[in-house]
């Protein structure tokens, strides 16, 4: 081994809100671990709430004033070095994502990006331990960017998420799995990254609703979402696709597109009380409600009319995280280019910036943040990229690229900034 492959540059959380990018040195591997190099990784509002909570999240030790974790979850990268036990599975250069849900017998519930302190996103390299290869959570990955694999994890989630809706008929009970095909779906609070991913999932799906209805109450989200997507009464795939600001329609104008009939599967993408209660409201009979958000308040509450859930067969289920098989089904359709996810990116950005990307993420508008962890970057908006680059050639040249793609970021777009943005230097990392 080189001098300096040890060393490495990372995000690291030693209390609440205590989040400091810093350089140090990575032990050896042993038998059983793979040393790795990151090259991108997608902030997720799971990492925010980890920062904010500290170690009274679950998934955070306790000692981390001690020995501070690195955070990120949604990563890509190359194997560099591969532990003794390995060497025939997994191979030096592979392409890799990991599934953080590892679920690893015997031990508190830990997470690489929450509990450990050698395995994050936000970091260069990284040690990946045996509980992540044990539980067969280390998954190759074969395409040709990174940024689209970094997105494999929460597409997994939403694999997961439409997996676990279920339909029954009363004379049989036996529960049918998985969305009503043909049938009406809302996703409330949609237009987000989540949202928008989930409506792309779902058109490149087997088992396809006939009727997708998006809302939103924010109007630019919602025009964005509707140049990415067919507008109203337009069909993609057999598909109908509706976007709707519900500040100006109300729950019945929105039941009028079904007809009359309610929705069959509602998703819930933002945890606010009266969502979850308008999901109870736009339901059809037998209609699955899934609380797909997540909230920080361990308290959260909201209304349900239970007349509907006894008379109208309505239910209730939450989805979070998904397993190794969501997130290779999620690989399988990155890799084979069935799906692209780069419509839930809206910034991207280099190691340099993540500390105070992660503490602010809820008050930067857009979708998803992408981090170059390699690079020193500032997180930039796409839409800004015009605007940047009348001082900086390399946000001038991106923006010509993405033109080319009504504004989504692309392979070209990553090639060119990997080909041309400062590097950190070795290990050294610039403020």
């Given at each position: 081994?080189?001098?300096?492959?040890?060393?490495?540059?990372?995000?690291?959380?030693?209390?609440?809100?205590?989040?400091?990018?810093?350089?140090?040195?990575?032990?050896?591997?042993?038998?059983?671990?793979?040393?790795?190099?990151?090259?991108?990784?997608?902030?997720?509002?799971?990492?925010?709430?980890?920062?904010?909570?500290?170690?009274?999240?679950?998934?955070?030790?306790?000692?981390?004033?001690?020995?501070?974790?690195?955070?990120?979850?949604?990563?890509?990268?190359?194997?560099?070095?591969?532990?003794?036990?390995?060497?025939?599975?997994?191979?030096?250069?592979?392409?890799?994502?990991?599934?953080?849900?590892?679920?690893?017998?015997?031990?508190?519930?830990?997470?690489?990006?929450?509990?450990?302190?050698?395995?994050?996103?936000?970091?260069?390299?990284?040690?990946?331990?045996?509980?992540?290869?044990?539980?067969?959570?280390?998954?190759?990955?074969?395409?040709?960017?990174?940024?689209?694999?970094?997105?494999?994890?929460?597409?997994?989630?939403?694999?997961?998420?439409?997996?676990?809706?279920?339909?029954?008929?009363?004379?049989?009970?036996?529960?049918?799995?998985?969305?009503?095909?043909?049938?009406?779906?809302?996703?409330?609070?949609?237009?987000?990254?989540?949202?928008?991913?989930?409506?792309?999932?779902?058109?490149?799906?087997?088992?396809?609703?006939?009727?997708?209805?998006?809302?939103?109450?924010?109007?630019?989200?919602?025009?964005?979402?509707?140049?990415?997507?067919?507008?109203?009464?337009?069909?993609?795939?057999?598909?109908?696709?509706?976007?709707?600001?519900t500040t100006k329609y109300s729950n019945q104008e929105i039941l009028k597109e079904t007809d009359g009939k309610g929705f069959d599967d509602v998703f819930v993408f933002v945890p606010i009380k009266s969502l979850v209660q308008q999901a109870g409201e736009l339901m059809a009979i037998g209609g699955c409600l899934n609380f797909f958000a997540g909230p920080s308040d361990k308290n959260f509450t909201s209304e349900i009319n239970f007349y509907n859930v006894h008379y109208n067969r309505h239910h209730i289920i939450g989805s979070a995280g998904s397993n190794s098989d969501d997130l290779r089904e999620a690989v399988k359709l990155i890799d084979e280019n069935i799906f692209d996810p780069a419509i839930m990116i809206s910034h991207i950005g280099g190691l340099n910036c993540t500390a105070e990307t992660v503490k602010n993420l809820p008050k930067i508008p857009g979708g998803k943040k992408l981090i170059y962890t390699q690079y020193s970057l500032p997180l930039t908006a796409l839409d800004d990229f015009e605007s940047v680059g009348k001082t900086n050639s390399l946000f001038a040249d991106l923006a010509k690229i993405i033109e080319k793609t009504n504004g989504v970021w692309s392979k070209e777009a990553e090639k060119h900034l990997m080909a041309n943005a400062e590097k950190i230097n070795g290990n050294k990392f610039y403020k």
């Open positions: 081994m080189k001098d300096g492959v040890m060393n490495t540059t990372g995000l690291r959380l030693y209390g609440k809100n205590d989040l400091r990018v810093e350089s140090f040195e990575l032990p050896e591997i042993g038998e059983d671990e793979i040393l790795a190099e990151v090259e991108t990784n997608s902030i997720c509002m799971s990492s925010y709430k980890a920062v904010v909570q500290g170690s009274a999240h679950k998934r955070v030790p306790e000692n981390i004033a001690e020995s501070p974790v690195l955070i990120g979850h949604e990563l890509c990268g190359t194997i560099i070095k591969v532990g003794k036990k390995y060497q025939n599975k997994f191979k030096e250069g592979m392409k890799y994502t990991i599934q953080p849900a590892i679920n690893y017998p015997g031990k508190e519930p830990e997470a690489p990006g929450y509990s450990f302190q050698y395995i994050g996103g936000n970091a260069t390299r990284i040690i990946i331990p045996k509980e992540v290869l044990e539980m067969d959570c280390l998954i190759p990955c074969y395409g040709d960017t990174f940024y689209k694999v970094s997105l494999a994890e929460p597409v997994a989630c939403l694999v997961a998420a439409f997996k676990e809706q279920f339909h029954y008929d009363r004379n049989q009970y036996v529960h049918k799995m998985g969305i009503e095909e043909d049938g009406n779906l809302a996703i409330l609070g949609g237009c987000g990254p989540m949202g928008l991913a989930a409506v792309d999932v779902l058109l490149n799906s087997e088992r396809k609703p006939k009727l997708i209805v998006v809302t939103d109450v924010d109007q630019n989200r919602i025009e964005r979402a509707r140049k990415l997507f067919p507008t109203k009464k337009s069909k993609v795939k057999g598909v109908e696709v509706l976007f709707i600001n």
